[in-house]
């Protein structure tokens, strides 16, 4: 099995024959290539021209079910000498849509905290930090959108939609249906927002949602205010 497959991409333009050529040399062998890169394992692996057409059988894997994942921090936590709440482990995963790379951070970055027993409340607390230390990064990603696909994350973080081309939602963005199928287009190549078949067009990292709707105006190093990330509750 081989992770973030995607990468071969970047290492050598060349690489993704020889693992083609691998595979057809190893009939008896099961070769998994995952990748967090939908659209760059989909050039690799399907239609004309793709370097491994055929190779593989495409799969996509959903959210791990939030019990499992629950218990799966809670016995981690307790592994470690440490307590995590019920409470605690569902917030985690809720705040953060399931999704096993952002859980894992912010479970991690509650954990950091040193306080026993994490509960719900240093889960949040853990979240203002994820947010403050990577806001440089963050903010250089929203600044190398255009200003259309700007308005159309800021309109998307926090509020789903299933039709961007609702006469609603292109006058609230001020935008023509053209520009936003574009800014559309162009930020789902690059996975800044899905589809979900469940609540439409969304931003696709739930750290960059949070970010654009509660720190676009944050200076470098500034916290942000806890109260605005669950409606001023503690």
Excluded: C
């Amino acid at each position: 099995m081989i992770d973030e497959f995607q990468q071969v991409v970047d290492i050598d333009d060349g690489l993704s024959g020889v693992f083609k050529a691998i595979s057809d040399e190893l009939p008896e062998v099961s070769l998994v290539f995952a990748g967090s890169r939908r659209h760059v394992m989909q050039r690799l692996f399907v239609g004309r021209g793709a370097p491994l057409q055929n190779a593989a059988e495409m799969l996509s894997l959903g959210v791990i079910e939030e019990t499992e994942m629950v218990s799966f921090l809670r016995a981690r936590a307790s592994q470690s000498g440490r307590t995590m709440t019920l409470g605690a482990a569902l917030v985690a995963y809720r705040l953060m849509r399931g999704i096993p790379h952002f859980v894992q951070l912010l479970a991690s970055s509650a954990f950091d905290r040193e306080v026993e027993p994490i509960d719900d409340l240093v889960v949040k607390q853990g979240l203002v930090d994820v947010l403050s230390t990577q806001h440089g990064e963050l903010a250089i990603r929203y600044e190398s959108l255009n200003s259309t696909q700007r308005r159309l994350i800021r309109a998307l973080a926090g509020h789903p939609t299933r039709h961007l081309d609702a006469r609603e939602f292109l006058e609230r963005m001020g935008l023509a249906k053209s520009s936003a199928h574009r800014a559309r287009d162009g930020l789902d190549e690059v996975e800044h927002i899905i589809h979900d078949e469940r609540l439409g067009w969304r931003v696709a990292d739930p750290i960059f949602e949070l970010w654009v709707q509660h720190g676009l105006e944050l200076d470098l190093g500034e916290q942000l205010d806890p109260a605005l990330l669950w409606g001023g509750r503690p």
